[in-house]
């Protein structure tokens, strides 16, 4: 439940969603949680993850989303940027975005079901919309991507 809190928490500081009134035209996205166990070398859990995921396999084309994009690196272009980093001395350093995603901004409007265990007792029939990607979306990987690139 500490994680699964701690999940939320990280939702709101990003100002990921708002609660409002289930729309009447408009498909919801239904959520779940996904867990996993961080483990060290030895194969001792360290660390429990929880991480709420919107049901993107009930979007479709068109209507919930436009389009998608999911950009993969080339193994010829991880290899060039490596040898170019030896030549020139550089430091190179591996970073890891937690919650990537969530600093992706969305142009669609996604409307999600409310997080199961963690319903709000005066609003159980609201949704929350969306302001920026969750995992799960089918148009996650495209927003992320595109603030990215707008940061480079």
Same mark, same amino acid.
């Given at each position: $439940?500490?994680? $699964?809190? +701690?999940? #939320?928490?990280?939702?709101?500081? &990003?100002?990921?969603?708002?609660?409002?009134?289930?729309?009447?035209?408009?498909?919801?996205? %239904? !959520?779940?949680?996904?867990?996993?166990?961080? $483990?060290?070398?030895? %194969?001792?859990?360290?660390?429990?993850?929880?991480?709420?995921?919107?049901? %993107?396999?009930?979007q479709e084309e068109g209507i919930d989303y436009?389009? !998608?994009?999911?950009?993969? =690196?080339?193994? +010829?272009?991880?290899?060039?940027? #490596? =040898?170019?980093?030896?030549?020139?001395?550089?430091?190179?350093?591996? $970073?890891?975005?937690?919650? =990537?995603?969530?600093?992706?901004?969305?142009? +669609? +409007?996604?409307?999600?079901?409310?997080?199961?265990s963690f319903q709000r007792f005066n609003f159980?029939?609201?949704?929350?919309? #969306?302001?920026?990607?969750?995992? %799960?979306?089918?148009?996650?990987?495209?927003?992320?991507?595109?603030?990215? &690139?707008?940061?480079?």
């Amino acid at each position: $439940m500490i994680v $699964m809190q +701690e999940e #939320l928490n990280q939702f709101e500081r &990003s100002e990921v969603w708002e609660l409002v009134p289930r729309p009447q035209n408009q498909s919801v996205v %239904g !959520t779940r949680w996904v867990f996993r166990n961080k $483990m060290d070398e030895n %194969g001792i859990i360290i660390r429990n993850k929880a991480r709420l995921v919107a049901q %993107g396999f009930n979007q479709e084309e068109g209507i919930d989303y436009e389009e !998608t994009f999911a950009p993969v =690196a080339r193994l +010829e272009a991880i290899r060039m940027l #490596l =040898a170019f980093a030896c030549f020139k001395d550089f430091v190179l350093y591996q $970073m890891d975005v937690k919650n =990537a995603f969530l600093n992706g901004f969305i142009n +669609e +409007e996604v409307y999600v079901e409310q997080p199961p265990s963690f319903q709000r007792f005066n609003f159980p029939n609201h949704v929350f919309r #969306l302001k920026k990607a969750l995992y %799960g979306l089918k148009q996650a990987p495209r927003a992320w991507y595109e603030r990215l &690139s707008k940061f480079f």
